[in-house]
């Protein structure tokens, strides 16, 4: 291959995996050049169901370790209520500048739960649910919270917080570990002007 020549399109990978496994598909997608300055989180879900609040519990734990490229929190949740709006004024803005990681709650099966369903390619957010929303992401994480049968919202209401709350910090600290934020922050720009 000619080193000027941009390689072709990664070959669509979807798979379930494992939370050991995090890590090595994050690494799959710093390996195509993204580091954290060129990402953005996009984590869907609400603080009012228990299982749809996996992804603002990833989203308020990437903040809260000094991530600033994250859309979808607990205090600021991203849900099918507000999504086109804040997709339009928060992630739009950043589109061609960075790649964007869609972290969701799903339902599977049985055998499936506390797995996570990963991609190199969009996700639909509310579909099983039938909500007609945007597809987000140029790579996903839906992690399977509980089994896809019966009244959905009602399982994704009882839903144990536990092994959500589990989840989302498996996929946080898969993110530090592949994409460590970079300490330019506030506070250390304050500690190098106190250091002068």
Same mark, same amino acid.
């Given at each position: 291959?000619?080193?000027? +020549?941009?390689?072709?399109?990664?070959?669509?990978?979807?798979?379930? =995996?494992?939370?050991?496994?995090?890590?090595?598909?994050?690494?799959?997608?710093?390996?195509?050049? @993204?580091? !954290?300055? $060129?990402?953005?989180?996009?984590? =869907?879900?609400?603080?009012?169901?228990?299982?749809?609040?996996?992804?603002?519990?990833?989203?308020?734990?990437? $903040? $809260?370790?000094?991530?600033?490229?994250?859309?979808?929190?607990?205090?600021?949740?991203?849900?099918?209520?507000?999504?086109? #709006?804040?997709?339009?004024? #928060?992630?739009?803005?950043?589109?061609?500048?960075?790649? =964007? %990681? @869609?972290?969701?709650?799903?339902?599977?099966?049985?055998?499936?739960?506390?797995?996570?369903?990963?991609?190199?390619?969009?996700?639909?957010?509310?579909?099983?649910?039938?909500?007609?929303?945007?597809?987000?992401?140029?790579? *996903? %994480?839906?992690?399977?919270?509980?089994?896809?049968?019966? +009244?959905?919202?009602? %399982?994704?209401?009882?839903? *144990?917080?536990?092994? !959500?709350?589990?989840?989302?910090? $498996? =996929? @946080?600290?898969?993110?530090?570990?592949?994409?460590? !934020? #970079?300490?330019? *922050? #506030? @506070?250390?720009?304050? +500690?190098?002007?106190?250091?002068?």
């Amino acid at each position: 291959m000619n080193p000027n +020549q941009q390689p072709g399109p990664l070959p669509l990978i979807r798979k379930k =995996i494992k939370g050991a496994e995090l890590p090595a598909f994050l690494q799959s997608i710093r390996d195509t050049g @993204a580091g !954290v300055r $060129e990402l953005l989180f996009l984590c =869907i879900g609400t603080d009012r169901s228990t299982g749809d609040s996996l992804g603002p519990l990833v989203g308020t734990m990437l $903040e $809260e370790a000094g991530y600033d490229c994250v859309v979808g929190t607990l205090r600021r949740p991203l849900d099918a209520s507000n999504m086109r #709006e804040r997709l339009l004024a #928060e992630v739009v803005p950043h589109r061609a500048s960075r790649k =964007i %990681i @869609a972290i969701d709650a799903c339902l599977g099966q049985a055998s499936s739960i506390c797995s996570y369903q990963v991609s190199n390619q969009p996700m639909e957010p509310g579909k099983s649910l039938g909500k007609q929303l945007p597809a987000v992401g140029d790579f *996903s %994480i839906a992690g399977i919270v509980n089994v896809d049968e019966g +009244q959905k919202y009602a %399982i994704l209401q009882s839903t *144990s917080l536990y092994r !959500v709350m589990n989840m989302a910090g $498996e =996929i @946080a600290a898969a993110v530090t570990s592949v994409f460590p !934020v #970079e300490k330019t *922050s #506030e @506070a250390s720009l304050q +500690q190098d002007a106190k250091g002068k």
